[in-house]
């Protein structure tokens, strides 16, 4: 059958009404980048300053030096000491002053593979938490030793419940590959049921963390989009 178009009757002109003037769009205001990292927000009813929450940084480490020395058959002591620089540049204004400093704790999963007689893959994933940090104008840390010990010792005991917390069994095959494990909860980024960052073990092995963002899931260190769609997939129907 042939399309038809319908077709109506022209329709008298009308005289044209004079243009309203055009109101001006508001113009957008620009917030300096040093005036938003400094600025007061807000997180779970506390204040603070800095980058905002679910943003990131990416670093290069020049070529270190790390020591370690045995002391039982599992445990080490370790050092490392190196210059790390941002991938990219800092936008101007951004950032702490120069002579800022901060004390970290870090409680990460070291997986590493031998390849030669000296020579070794490694990869950290894992968490680090402030216990203290001094201001560039002041030659003295925000908070004591004895503070930074009392939080030390309460971001371990965080650490522990998140390990005893229910995790989420994770098995499935994927390139004739059969994987098994679970996914353990980072309960910081957990509302309501409904958790952003889950710690990933997999055959006995630590894969990092995988985190939930608006573009999709994400891990650091995994770049088989298939195996991270896998995962992701068995955590959302959990979700749902």
Known sequence: MAATRAV????????????APKKKAAAKKNVPVAGSYNAWKQFEGKQYTGMKIGRSHK?????????ETKITPDLWEISYEVVKRRAGHAPEGSGVPVGT?????????????KINADDYTTKMSGFKFKLAHKRASKNKWNASFGIQRKRMISFLQDMITQLKSASVPLEF?????????????VME????????EWDIYLNDESKGIIRKMKSGWKMNGVTDKGLIKAIAGILASEGS
């Open 189 to 196: 980024t957990c509302e309501e049921g409904d958790c952003v």
């Open 173 to 185: 095959s994927y390139r004739d590959i059969a994987y098994e494990g679970e996914a353990i909860p």
């Open 101 to 113: 400093g901060y004390h970290w704790y870090i409680l990460a999963n070291q997986q590493v593979d």
């Open 8 to 19: 109506t009757a022209p329709s008298r002109k009308k005289a044209a009404k004079p243009a």
């Open 59 to 67: 670093w290069n480490y020049d070529a270190g030096v790390w020591r």
